[in-house]
């Protein structure tokens, strides 16, 4: 019998055959595997990113200090993330100033080697972890009241291997120029290359007139785990 250990990094697996094997004897050959893979650098991330919800923008991001807005981690402008990279979001309430877009063809992408990790830090710990600094748990809030002419808040548009956790989306507003209103995580296959292999997992979405989390042109591989969607879905508002 072949079964998955339970602990995952990145993009690892670990399994292990019980059958021959006493209580005690997983644990060992566990910690042999571990030490191997930490001398191997094979848990390893790539670049750490934070945003706050009160950044004065133009930061690096790689320090709470430096963080950068929601819509520059969203644009990364000068700058692409690749496979391993997180992007840490602190506790609070943003108010992005467009739609929030993903795009492979200007803002990098994951691959086969690692998942690009936007991850809601709810309680602190990666911001305290990475960066010494401790921040007042909450939610992750990102509030689309002030789209306009935008058929989503967030937008994953050709992009492959991504993670969204840990985050609330929000208020899609009726009258955003898109016909049915904004819709809370869009996921697109459609142009500048595949949509697939992308996580969604412990996020809320809500309040959106177009629809929680969606997709469009056929994305592949989309696992979305213990998210709740609510109150979501056209009305008329005349």
Not at 164 to 193: C, H, K, W
Request: glycine share 14%.
């Amino acid at each position: 019998l072949i079964e998955e250990f339970g602990i995952t990094s990145g993009n690892i697996k670990i399994y292990y055959d019980k059958s021959n094997l006493d209580k005690e004897e997983p644990m060992k050959k566990m910690s042999i595997i571990l030490f191997w893979l930490i001398m191997n650098g094979m848990l390893a991330y790539g670049t750490d990113y934070f945003v706050r919800s009160d950044a004065a923008g133009g930061g690096d991001g790689l320090t709470y200090a430096t963080a950068l807005t929601i819509d520059e981690a969203f644009a990364t402008v000068g700058f692409n993330y690749e496979p391993g990279d997180r992007v840490i979001f602190a506790p609070g309430t943003y108010f992005p100033a467009g739609q929030l877009v993903l795009s492979s063809s200007s803002d990098g992408n994951g691959d086969e080697t690692g998942y690009v990790y936007f991850i809601g830090d709810r309680s602190g710990y990666w911001i305290a972890t990475l960066d010494g600094t401790s921040v007042t748990p909450g939610e992750i809030i990102i509030d689309g009241s002030n789209l306009t002419d935008e058929n989503s808040i967030i937008r994953i548009y050709s992009w492959s291997y991504l993670v969204l956790e840990g985050l609330t989306v929000r208020n899609g507003p009726i009258d955003s120029g898109f016909e049915y209103g904004a819709q809370g995580i869009r996921m697109q296959d459609t142009g500048g290359g595949p949509c697939n292999n992308i996580i969604v997992r412990h996020c809320k979405v809500h309040s959106c007139a177009g629809g929680g989390i969606i997709m469009y042109d056929s994305p592949t591989d989309i696992r979305i785990f213990n998210c709740i969607v609510y109150n979501t879905g056209y009305t008329n508002a005349a």
